[in-house]
């Protein structure tokens, strides 16, 4: 059997579903008016391994599976979904999702696209980890605990988790296509509250990927993790109220491209651009960034945690160049967008699960290195922030405007980084940031593999990553003058 | 596969099936919904779906260790697998003192008829949830001229049961609905774009704002946010609209936590029974009242529910706990215990809501020369740890107690510790709207960062 349709065995033998059934239940939902119909179904398996206190007090796991029908008429779509896979419930949910077809006057199929690309192998597991002995994973965090409570005498608690999904994910279209994929991911993470003199401080550092146990084992890559959460915590300790007002940013390598994925790539989405809603609605083309910024999403990359093979929808993934040298070149599709705005499909279309419609997401955002050396950025600044690590982004597709939460800040004076500065968020305009960058570093770095990106209710993961770049004015909300 | 109908035999079926295999005692939460939406944009459907679900979660305990294990999949078979899993976890995980079941003698005895299911509303055609979609899209695209684009409006409902057995003799369980609607409209003014939202949900399908009401809300929510800009930074006082005020109760809800307390990660650890906020500050839970989004005739672990006053006059009374979080902090349950299907229990508020005040909002806004009126907040700028807050705002600038200009792409900045001391009004314009819900407020000084 080859690699290829272990999916479609997976579900023939645990489901008693044969690929020879779905001719019949892509029929009933495609009826005689609509344009496009797939079926989805998938099976996961998740598991969470967590320590507090120097416990490991909790194992959890849960298993789902389930199949959604999608149907497709012009811009509506039908969608009705079960968790009890049988070819009967299948057919019920076919005609459930036809009703959208019902009243269209049309009998003309609409275009969805198709792509004719070569499928990828990202992430070739052995063993996911789920499938470890769940002795070795308690294990190793006994040990983070042990490392990290030894690395400051400060530290009051220490918190680590695994977490480990396999999700096996087939697909079948109207167009005769029929693919699938086997998608683990893993992700640890090392928390930990220092004290000193009554203030607290917390700091968290994890990592992950498509990849298996022994990412975070075989270079001991935990001790790393958990030497970064102390360090954050500690340098919490010492910070100084953040600053408020405008003034010159720079953003450290890695995580801060969340930055892009926040003021820019949600902004690129099909979806928003196909009804003008987004700030960047018909401006292919045109300058959105200067001419240092070559921003891409990339689908391909080995094992990271933002790729998948193929897209919820079937379609391989590819690299997508978003904007280059400052110009906007494309936008992220999936399938109902891409054929509805007749450009072509970038294996965007994806969802959180069986029990969701796919959309436009993006998968690892970043940009391309530049010129610049990183410390020669820091020292063109007089007065301003080096933000290093983020929380959380969130944006207003609309107006454009977004905020991101730094973790990690630091003053920057007369060229030289001083104090760490608490907590601050900063806020900015979309299509106006990236114009505003004035250098870019020859350090491009992709984050850990810890990234979840939610819209509409759905969360899926995604990567990012930046060089070091400066950024000319940027609204930093902190508290003090 | 042969399916199994969710009920209280099948969970007790379950334990008995697990205390064969060793386990000391174990609890069962399951639950099944029949979910429906459809989104309508520029007057057609766009997306319906419609959908059942069933889940069946299930926690072991061999002495003071545990594990926990969920499952879609309710055949014999892969419930069977379901109890196997669960017993080979709880024996890695470590012995915990303070784990295990809640007494005997805490669980609720007379479970409250709470009218949380609108079990007529099943009547309702998809038809008529279309039309009330598109009733309120078209209500808020016909405002006004500068409304031209839509982000679609929605309707959806869900109709749910909750179906809770534990092994020392707790077996109950409750249905409920919710349905909502919500409209996203977008409008434009010289060459610059907003979008805007709002919503009405309730368990009560007849109880539904109505689809003119709601579109309208939107529209004029979405207007004035047009020509929006930035201020100077300053600092000034903030009054918070409802929606945005209940924001600021979510964060005291999660800082009251048990499990944030217990973990030292809240910036309210040790807080009890003393001064956490001003005086206008009166919190309560109530996880009692009738036919409202929070309440439930128990909680997660088979504790009654009732209705508490969290915070007095500014003194913190008490912390929102379940049986695990109170024994860490040596208290008991509040509870408050709440969890998702094959999850240890959590802690959750029930209806949080702010006391209102006597003011009414227009006085709350007449009486601030220079502030900010915040109608929207963007972004996670809240360390639970500190109290440290910022976070992206956009509303209206007041000028001599007026609404004087839209202002956006600004952040408000404080910390919570100070921002509940400094809560200086409070408006009598409290509507639950959600399960945690407060009127407009106004918080004397906050820092604004704009140019």
């Known amino acids: 059997m080859t690699k290829d349709n272990l999916p479609a065995a997976f579900f023939n033998d645990n489901f008693g579903i044969r690929t020879s059934d779905f001719d019949k239940v892509l029929d009933a939902a495609l009826g005689k008016k609509a344009d496009y119909a797939d079926l989805f179904f998938e099976y996961r398996r998740n598991e969470g391994v967590s320590l507090e206190e120097g416990l490991v007090k909790n194992c959890s796991q849960s298993t789902a599976n389930g199949v959604g029908v999608r149907v497709l008429a012009e811009a509506k779509t039908g969608y009705a979904y079960t968790d009890d896979i049988t070819i009967e419930n299948l057919e019920i949910a076919a005609r459930t999702a036809q009703y959208i077809a019902h009243n269209r006057p049309s009998q003309v199929p609409a275009p969805v696209g198709q792509a004719h690309r070569e499928a990828h192998d990202l992430y070739p597991i052995r063993t996911p980890v789920n499938d470890v002995a769940l002795e070795k994973k ?164 080995p094992s990271r945690r933002g790729s998948i093979n193929v897209d919820d929808e079937g379609t391989p993934t590819t690299r997508t160049v978003l904007i280059e040298k400052g110009v906007l070149k494309g936008y992220l599709q999936d399938k109902l967008n891409a054929g509805l705005m007749k450009m072509p499909l970038t294996g965007n ?69 001083t104090k760490p500065v608490k907590g601050a968020t900063l806020i900015g305009n979309g299509p106006d940031v990236l114009t505003r960058v004035s250098m870019v570093g020859s350090d491009l770095k992709l984050d850990e593999g810890v990234g979840t990106c939610g819209k509409d209710g759905q969360s899926v993961p995604v990567g990012v990553g930046l060089p070091t770049i400066r950024i000319d004015g940027l609204t930093v909300g902190g508290t003090a003058a | 596969m042969e399916r199994m109908e969710l009920s209280q035999d099948l969970g007790r079926d379950v334990l008995a099936m697990a205390k064969a295999k060793g386990a000391s005692a174990g609890d069962v939460v399951m639950a099944d919904s029949e979910s429906f939406f459809v989104t309508v944009r520029m007057g057609e459907v766009e997306k319906i779906s419609q959908a059942g679900e069933k889940r069946l979660g299930l926690r072991l305990f061999f002495g003071n260790s545990s594990a926990s294990a969920s499952t879609s999949d309710i055949s014999k078979k892969s419930v069977e697998k379901l109890v196997d899993d669960t017993v080979r976890m709880a024996k890695v995980t470590a012995q915990d003192p303070q784990g295990g079941l809640p007494s005997e003698t805490e669980l609720a005895r007379e479970l409250p008829q709470l009218d949380l299911l609108d079990d007529a509303a099943r009547a309702v055609s998809v038809d008529q949830k279309i039309q009330i979609a598109l009733d309120t899209e ?194 008991t349950s509040t509870g408050n215990a709440s969890r998702s299907v094959g999850e240890p229990p959590g802690v959750s508020p029930a209806n949080f809501y702010l006391v209102p005040g006597n003011d009414s909002p227009e006085q709350i806004i007449g009486s601030v020369k220079n502030g900010l009126y915040v109608t929207e907040m963007i972004g996670f700028g809240v360390n639970m740890v500190t109290g440290d807050y910022s976070r992206g705002a956009a509303g209206m600038w007041i000028e001599n107690g007026e609404l004087a200009f839209p202002v956006e792409e600004i952040t408000i900045a404080g910390n919570l510790k100070e921002m509940f001391q400094n809560l200086e009004m409070v408006a009598n314009d409290l509507e639950m709207r959600g399960r945690i819900a407060a009127p407009t407020v106004m918080i004397s000084r906050m820092t604004v960062a704009g140019d």
């Open chain 2, 138 to 331: 078209k209500s808020a695209l016909e405002f006004d001229a500068r409304i031209t684009n839509s982000e679609g409006a929605e309707f959806s409902n869900q109709f749910g049961r909750v179906i809770y057995v534990s092994s020392h003799g707790f077996a109950g369980e409750y249905s409920g609905s919710t349905f909502g609607h919500s409209v996203s409209p977008v409008a434009k003014h010289d060459g610059a774009m907003q979008r805007d939202y709002w919503y009405s949900s309730n368990r009560k399908f007849a109880k539904l704002e109505s689809s003119k009401h709601v579109g309208e809300k939107a529209a004029q929510r979405v207007l004035r946010r047009l020509g929006g800009r930035k201020v100077k930074t300053c600092e000034v006082p903030i009054v918070f609209d409802p929606d945005m005020a209940a924001s600021l109760l979510r964060n005291l809800a999660s800082a009251i936590n048990g499990y944030s307390l217990y973990k030292g990660a809240s910036f309210l650890a040790g807080k009890l029974n003393t001064r956490i906020g001003s005086e206008l500050l009166n919190v309560i839970d109530d996880g009692t009242i009738p036919g409202a989004l929070g309440s439930r005739p128990f909680d997660a672990e088979g504790l009654p529910i009732r209705k508490k006053s969290v915070v007095e006059e500014g003194e913190l009374k008490t912390y929102l706990l379940d049986t695990y979080s109170g024994k860490k902090l040596g208290m």
């Open chain 1, 138 to 301: 308690v294990d190793l965090l006994y040990e983070i605990d042990k490392f990290t409570r030894a690395l400051d005498p400060r530290i009051k608690n220490v918190f680590a988790s695994i977490g480990a999904e396999y999700k096996v994910i087939l697909i079948a279209s109207s167009q005769g296509m029929v693919v699938g994929d086997i998608q683990p991911l893993t992700r640890l993470n090392v928390t930990c509250i220092v004290e000193e003199n009554g203030n607290r401080q917390i700091g968290s550092f994890g990592g992950g990927g498509r990849v298996e146990f022994g990412f975070f084992v075989d270079n001991k890559d935990y001790e790393r993790y958990a030497r970064e959460a102390v360090r954050q915590a500690v340098l919490n300790l010492s910070a100084v109220d953040a600053p408020a007002g405008t003034m010159d940013v720079v953003l450290g390598p890695g995580w801060p491209g969340i930055l892009l994925h926040e003021a820019i790539g949600h902004g690129l989405e099909g979806d928003f651009n196909r009804k003008k809603t987004s700030a960047f609605s018909d401006r292919i083309g045109q300058k959105v960034a200067s001419e240092l910024c070559t921003v891409i999403d990339d689908g391909t990359m």
């Open chain 1, 349 to 417: 279309g994806r969802r959180e699960s069986y029990a969701h419609i796919p959309m436009p997401r993006m998968t690892n955002t970043f940009m391309l290195a530049g010129d610049s050396a990183p410390d020669e950025i820091l020292r063109s600044v007089k007065k301003g922030l080096y933000a290093v690590s983020f929380g959380g982004g969130q944006v207003d597709i609309t107006s454009g405007k977004f905020v991101f939460s730094a973790s990690e800040a630091y003053l920057v004076e007369d060229g030289q980084v």
